[in-house]
């Protein structure tokens, strides 16, 4: 059983920035598809940045030029760099991994293993 453990979330104030690390207990090199998924209240969980095997990453558009997603393979770890940080970016924040293509920004259908979220919270 593969498990992802997220951490790095904390409250920031608007314009700040956090960066979120996932650790796998497994090679990382294993999965084709990476990404980073949030879901604030009352609202759907949404695919925010994937990663695939080539390196080349999607971003959602309320992310784009914010937000970097990257690996380190030698650590097994997927990390989300957030910068600019805007009120709307306060959410449960998800790592996940999948053995298929990512074309876009991941799907939350398409991923096999999850992480249990850590909290962003950005104050104005």
């Known amino acids: 059983q593969v498990q992802l453990v997220e951490s790095g979330g904390g409250s920031v104030q608007t314009g700040g920035s956090l960066r979120l690390s996932c650790a796998a207990s497994?090679?990382?090199?294993?999965?084709?598809?990476l990404g980073w998924f949030r879901q604030a209240p009352g609202k759907e969980r949404e695919g925010v940045a994937g990663?695939?095997?080539?390196?080349?990453?999607n971003y959602a558009d309320s992310v784009k030029g914010r937000f970097t997603i990257s690996q380190d393979n030698a650590k097994n770890t997927l990390y989300l760099q957030m910068n600019s940080l805007k009120p709307e970016d306060t959410a449960m924040y998800y790592c996940a991994v999948s053995y298929g293509r990512c074309p876009g920004v991941p799907a939350r259908g398409a991923m096999y293993y999850w992480g249990r979220g850590t909290q962003v919270n950005i104050s104005s």
């Open positions: 990663i695939d095997r080539t390196s080349r990453t």
């Open positions: 497994t090679n990382i090199n294993s999965f084709v598809c």
